[in-house]
């Protein structure tokens, strides 16, 4: 039996608890299903109610996730696409233009993909 994971898009969000346990913060990351939390990641402010230094890094690490979730399948696609391009390319060289022209359109898809925002 194949296990799947949770449905993209993912998106994550940021939850003050202050109501359940004093000066904390968390992330939230959530499948498209948005039933529940794919993962999570609390922790506390310090006592003058200002973040611990790594609240930022918390914050990049939730979108980084995100973001890697989001692009995967496509990331992947566009990899076979380069693989099959440039496969074909050294088997056909009399077809060097076309060939050259599919992987070109294959990398700039990928560099595309690598520079993607996170949308929340």
């Known amino acids: 039996m194949e296990i799947k994971y949770t449905p993209a898009p993912w998106h994550f ?3 003050s608890l202050v109501s359940r346990r004093p000066n904390h913060h968390a992330f939230h990351i959530f499948g498209a299903n948005g039933g529940y939390a794919v ?3 609390e922790f506390q402010y ?11 890094e918390a ?7 995100v973001r890697a979730v989001n692009s995967h399948e496509e990331f992947v696609a566009q990899a076979l696409k380069l693989y099959e391009a440039t496969e074909r390319l050294c088997s056909a060289p ?3 233009d076309q060939r050259a022209a599919d992987i070109e359109e294959a990398i700039q898809a990928l ?10």
């Open 13 to 15: 969000h940021e939850t």
């Open 39 to 41: 993962a999570s990641h």
């Open 46 to 56: 310090s006592r003058d109610d200002k973040p611990y230094e790594d609240f930022d």
């Open 59 to 65: 914050r990049a690490n939730a979108a980084f996730i």
């Open 94 to 96: 009399d077809e060097f």
């Open 111 to 120: 560099h595309k993909l690598a520079k993607a925002e996170v949308k929340q």
